[in-house]
Structures are given as structure tokens and as C-alpha cells.
């Protein structure tokens, strides 16, 4: 998904910062971009569900047509529907590149896979919405190690505070493994995923 609107209005109309850089816009303006931003708006059942639903589509920079098949493997499957979609959601490969701590943002994260700068198992993948299997291990291609993002991450330059339990990463090796599915309380995500199922069941 490559949406051409401005990332920092786009993260003011959704009411959440999506990228580091836009955090500091968002607290000095934190309501939706234009002249009646500060309004008063209207309200309903249907208009909050489908903003939580598109928070959740920007912060995995997936389109309506990705979520949609991520939310009905994770409907005909086992466990809590919401659990469920967010694990699947992880398991991409530009989610884990992510949370790995390679990349700043998640659209950096889908550019780097994209233009076969990371490997799974020693194979090179780039399809972002490739699905990450527990016990693969992600890292990037040795031919990139030298461009300066990737310096970057291997000094540590974008590894979260806590790593998530459900993933190993050795930043100077530029390396990670997927241990495990996560469970929800693990996945870095603002969202209210009922308010997704309930979206999608509608």
C-alpha cells in the first residue's frame, strides 16, 4: 500500500504518529488535519470501527485487500479471531524486519525487502507479505551490509527498548529469528482489534 498523502496528516486524521519523525507534528497538533480539524465531528458505531480498522491497516502499511484476507484465515482458524489477525499480521516478513530492529519504519522495512536487501534461511525474499515461519531466520543479504541504513541497524540504531520474547536478533550480525507466534500482549500496536472483527462481521 502506497498512499501519497502526507504521513504526518495521515497520522493526525488517524489520530495515531505513524513514523518516529511524525511524533513531535502529533503532539503539537494532535486532532485531524484542516480548517474544521478542531471541530466538533459526528460520530456512530460504524465510523469509529472503520477508523480503528484503517489505524490498523497504516501500521502495517498493508492494503484493504491484504487485511481483508489476513482477517478471514484468521476467522476460519482456532483462538480469539483479533489475537489471531494481529499474530498473522506479524508474521510478514517486513513486520519482522521491523521489529527486529533493521529498519526505522515499516515502509522503510517494505522497502528493504522489496529491493532483496534481506534473506530467510539464506534465501532471498521480496515479497513484504511473505509469512515468516517460527524458526526461520531473517537477515540481510551480505552485499547491503555496507549502506549506511544497514550500519545503522547493526549499531543498534533503530532496536527497540525490549525486544519482543518472540524474536531473537543479533544486531551487529544483522540476523534474527523467528522463535514463535506472538501473543497479543507482545505486538507493539495501538489498536482495538475488536473493533476490527467486528468491522469485518458486520
Known amino acids: 500500500m502506497n498512499s501519497s498523502r502526507p504521513k504526518t496528516k495521515r497520522s493526525r486524521a488517524l489520530g495515531i504518529p505513524l513514523t518516529p519523525k511524525c511524533v513531535r507534528y502529533f503532539e503539537r497538533r494532535p486532532y485531524p488535519p484542516g480548517v474544521h480539524g478542531r ?9 469509529t470501527r472503520l477508523l480503528e480498522k484503517q489505524r490498523l491497516r497504516a501500521q502495517y502499511n498493508v492494503s484493504e485487500k491484504q487485511l481483508r484476507r489476513a482477517f478471514d484465515r484468521s476467522a476460519r482458524g482456532p483462538g480469539r479471531t483479533g489475537d489471531t489477525l494481529l499474530a498473522d ?26 529491493h532483496r536487501h534481506n534473506l530467510v534461511n539464506g534465501e532471498r525474499v521480496n515479497v513484504p507479505s511473505y509469512r515468516v515461519r517460527p524458526g526461520s531466520v531473517i537477515s540481510v543479504a551480505e552485499r547491503s551490509r555496507a549502506m549506511p541504513p544497514f550500519r545503522e541497524a547493526a549499531a ?9 520474547d518472540y524474536l531473537q536478533a543479533d544486531h551487529p550480525r544483522l540476523a534474527a529469528r523467528f522463535v514463535r507466534l506472538p501473543e497479543r500482549h507482545e505486538i507493539p500496536v495501538r489498536c482495538d482489534v475488536q473493533l476490527v472483527v467486528e468491522y469485518y462481521s458486520r
Open 156 to 164: 543498534g540504531a533503530h532496536a527497540p527498548e525490549r525486544l519482543p
Open 39 to 47: 471541530g466538533r465531528k459526528q460520530t456512530s458505531d460504524y465510523k
Open 89 to 114: 499480521l506479524e508474521t510478514r516478513l517486513d513486520a519482522v524486519v521491523l521489529r527486529a530492529g533493521f529498519a526505522r519504519t515499516i515502509y522503510q522495512a517494505r522497502q528493504f525487502v522489496s
